[in-house]
T-cell receptor, first 111, second 115 residues
Framework: DGGITQSPKYLFRKEGQNVTLSCEQN?????MYWYRQDPGQGLRLIYY???????QKGDIAEGYSVSREKKESFPLTVTSAQKNPTAFYLC??????????FGQGTRLTVV | AQSVTQPDIHITVSEGASLELRCNYS??????LFWYVQSPGQGLQLLLK??????LVQGIKGFEAEFKRSQSSFNLRKPSVHWSDAAEYFC?????????????FGKGTKLSVKP
């Protein structure tokens, strides 16, 4: 089955630690995206990549980093510089000028 | 600046009643508009989208939306709501031509359905 897989589903981070969220797609999509969702805030774009080895900052990139070494993979690292990382993170992918498909999300909690 | 406003944070309707969820957008050019639905703790599923042409768009699960340029609106409707429609609904505008995943979302409307 084609789709987007995010792992883990739940993630706990201690203060001051970096954590990496995984996003893999087998849809052969060129573009991939990371969104952050907070209650009552909708979704906000963190980073996006339209092609391998290239990515662009979204609206709230501070405290986050990404890489795009393979077409299928777009991992997101939440660094210690992100002061309020507790949120629901959603990954998505799309082909050129077609709708985006979303993964099931990773819930990150700072403990 | 581009933006999307969903005026209703929470709506409750009775099963079988009609539904209208409001969405207003601010965008300089002809917008690409989307409605997504999200069940608790899940990802988003596309209900429908508008790019051009007929201003009344049909989607999945019996939903439709009407684009009204004069009102900068893209309201979502369903004639008869089912209990399984209870979820959160997001309106979004495409922020980058050709890149339909580069979206500006509204804050969402949570729909509850009374039996």
């Amino acid at each position: 089955d084609g789709g987007i897989t995010q792992s883990p589903k739940y993630l706990f981070r201690k203060e001051g630690q970096n954590v990496t969220l995984s996003c893999e797609q087998n849809l052969n999509h060129d573009a991939m995206y990371w969104y952050r969702q907070d209650p009552g805030q909708g979704l906000r774009l963190i980073y996006y990549s339209q092609i391998v080895n290239d990515f662009q900052k979204g609206d709230i990139a501070e405290g986050y980093s990404v890489s795009r070494e393979k077409k299928e993979s777009f991992p997101l690292t939440v660094t210690s510089a992100q002061k309020n990382p507790t949120a629901f993170y959603l990954c998505a992918s799309s082909a050129w000028n077609t709708e985006a498909f979303f993964g099931q999300g990773t819930r990150l909690t700072v403990v | 600046a581009q933006s999307v406003t969903q005026p209703d944070i929470h709506i409750t309707v009775s099963e079988g009643a009609s539904l209208e969820l409001r969405c207003n957008y601010s965008y300089g050019a002809t917008p690409y508009l989307f409605w997504y639905v999200q069940s608790p703790g899940q990802g988003l599923q596309l209900l429908l989208k508008y790019f051009s042409g007929d201003t009344l768009v049909q989607g999945i699960k019996g939903f439709e939306a009407e684009f009204k340029r004069s009102q900068s609106s893209f309201n979502l409707r369903k004639p008869s709501v089912h209990w399984s429609d209870a979820a959160e609904y997001f309106c979004a505008v495409g922020a980058l031509r050709g890149s339909q995943g580069n979206l500006i979302f509204g804050k969402g409307t949570k729909l509850s359905v009374k039996p």
